[in-house]
């Protein structure tokens, strides 16, 4: 194994011998006659492909040579990223094989890949958020994370390329281990909406990196046709109607162990084990039983995570965002506090790696250029009524009020003029504080099932007399009046999302997940709607941070071989992870970012209401 400096230094000299020798095998290998890469990858090179393969195979053992693989500032305070960057690249030498020209692309494989895989949102995303005029988008970018994902990326084509796509099921069923290459399968728990996964995906794809495990999507998820390829060279999709899975249908059950067995595994060791050598499963597969909708309080322990780094393949399915307690994990804390110092973790993972198809960014621009582009203020309304149309009906004028209470009350929302020519009095004192920055275009993005709150708004404004000023104009795309499911579904949820958002202030649901993953693409810290029948509650309370509340999460450690951590309050141990607001969820745990977009509230008091349908 190569190692950095804390291990020792190999000398320079290693690189030109690299070289030398590649060069050599290569040359002979092609006088020979012998397939440029063994599997079904591609075709003998000509002599200049050898050579820049040669070149880049020399250059990486050169790179990988150096004290470390992080340099300057980074080296002294990330070493945690760069053990994690060190064990990707030795996974992937390890996947290799010796074949270093499986790690690389040359110019050309490259530009075909890009060509192949077209993603604009990976060009274009950024310049929405850059946009807004209210709050900043304030997003941390040192670079690691990229250099995480690259590296990554290299261990994902490496192993994709060992076993070939069209070969998964032969590889799996065979409880074949020969690549060395391990595997994670990032599913979701039928029924759940959108929101619900892609946060359950972007929890098994940041597990897999911090483990090297090579995550792959099912077709079934659907979320292969909405989201970009994120590892460049490689893919990500999973076809499920040749993958024995989800492992508790009647015909997979066979191929499949359960965590509980892993768990169980572990238990039968004497205690004296864990002292000299960590330990392993035995198992291949191991996979989260049927109607669980995460993993179990003991998957969040560091020995029994030491466990399931003998587990080939992990097949992961859920409803609920559970990265905050990878933060838990004391063997990822440090990694994880380096990557993401602020906390942003979700909003790094969405935007690097959950970005929409150029199908779906072609909708999203074409709704933006149409609704929201010209604005100077742009506000996000995400309104779910969880029980569906007997909610709507009993609590949809209910809503509607606090909606807009919320907004006048912390200045989003614009006022109305009474008959009389005097302005809603709870809103006075605020508008003539902030009258010096007036918008004089907002516009009100309304995401929901139902037509409630725009109806409502339309009555409300129109029947009041406007004064002069800025004008407001409401829009909202769609209306099923029931929860269905789909591609074209999902599609056009991804498209709200997005466009939630680009605002600059956003109002979500409790316990939406349509809503939280709009509040952390956007890097927003969102508006709460008061949806609690009972007591004497404002309409709405400021969020405590940009991240999703992880509902129904255990609030204790359940990690019987570590008596330190065993039942204590998470909370009490790592500090940013708090409980959710009640507002929010009665039982959750969620990560308090640093920092956030801030935003200073206001609203004129010569504004006119302009509503559209």
Known sequence: MLTNSRNGRKPKLLSVVALAAVLFCLVTARLLRVPYISGNYGNSPDMATIFQTALSVSTSWSALDEDSVLSGAAQATRPSVEELISALREATQKAARGEYFLMDLTGEERERWNRDNSCQSRLELKAMYNRRKYAPDVEEDDGLWDVVLEEYAKLHRVCMRRVGRENLKNYFETRNNSTGCNFAIADYSTGGGLGNKILAISNTVLYAILTQRVVLVPTSTLVPELMCEPFVGSSWVLDSDQFPVPPWESAHRHLWTIHKDVYQELDRLPSSRFVKDPPRSKLYSSSMEEYQYQPGSRFFCDVEQEMFKGVTWLYFTGC?????????????????????????????????????????????????AEHLKEADRRVGLQIRFRHNMNEYVEMNAVVNERVLKCGLDNGFLPSTVDQDGTMESHLAQKTSVHNSKSSSSVKVFVASLYPGFADFAREKYVSHPKSTGEVVSLVQLSHEMSQTYGLEIDRQSLVEIIMLSFCDDVVVTPL????????????????????RKEGSHPPCERGQTVDVCYQEADQLYSCPYNRRLDKKKISDVVPYIQKCLTVDALDGLQLITKNFSGTEYYISSDSTVDLLG
């Open 320 to 368: 609920l965002y559970t990265i905050p307690k990878l933060f838990a994990i004391p063997a990822f804390r440090e990694t994880l506090e380096e990557l993401f110092p602020s906390r942003l973790v979700l909003t790094r993972m969405l935007r690097s790696v959950m970005l929409p198809n150029d199908v779906v960014w072609d909708r999203i621009m074409r709704a933006d």
């Open 512 to 531: 939406s997940t349509f809503g939280g993953l709009a509040q952390a693409y956007g890097n927003l810290v969102p508006w709460i709607l008061e949806f």
